[in-house]
């Protein structure tokens, strides 16, 4: 990226006499001082927020007891029925064979 900063006389003077003292051009103490103000960049791979949703899931059935995964494989018997029987009804195809 290019960027242009208009400065004052008086901001340039300082900038070139503080570039003069670091031994470097005015251009590239600009850049550092810049890089050095920004914030952190964000992670490197950014976690797809559906994968994340589907890992938080999959921690919380880890925590589960028997009995709560009973209920819950149970509750999605019912409504795996329920789903198919409306479809049926509706002159559908079924969805869970």
């Known amino acids: 990226m290019t960027l242009t900063i208009d400065l004052t006389p008086s901001e340039g003077a300082r900038l070139?006499?503080?570039?003069?003292?670091e031994g470097v051009g005015a251009a590239?103490?600009?850049k550092k001082l810049v890089t050095?103000?920004?914030?952190?960049?964000?992670?490197?791979?950014?976690?797809?927020?559906?994968?994340?949703?589907f890992a938080e899931w999959d921690r919380e059935d880890e925590q589960m007891t028997?009995?709560?995964?009973?209920?819950?494989?149970?509750d999605f018997a019912e409504f795996k029925h329920?789903?198919?029987?409306?479809?049926?009804?509706?002159?559908?195809?079924?969805?869970?064979p």
């Open 36 to 53: 050095e103000h920004l914030p952190p960049a964000p992670p490197a791979t950014e976690e797809d927020p559906t994968l994340a949703l």
């Open 28 to 30: 590239a103490l600009a």
């Open 16 to 21: 070139d006499a503080a570039a003069r003292q």
């Open 82 to 96: 329920n789903i198919n029987a409306e479809r049926v009804r509706a002159g559908a195809r079924v969805i869970y």
């Open 66 to 74: 028997p009995e709560e995964l009973a209920a819950a494989q149970k």
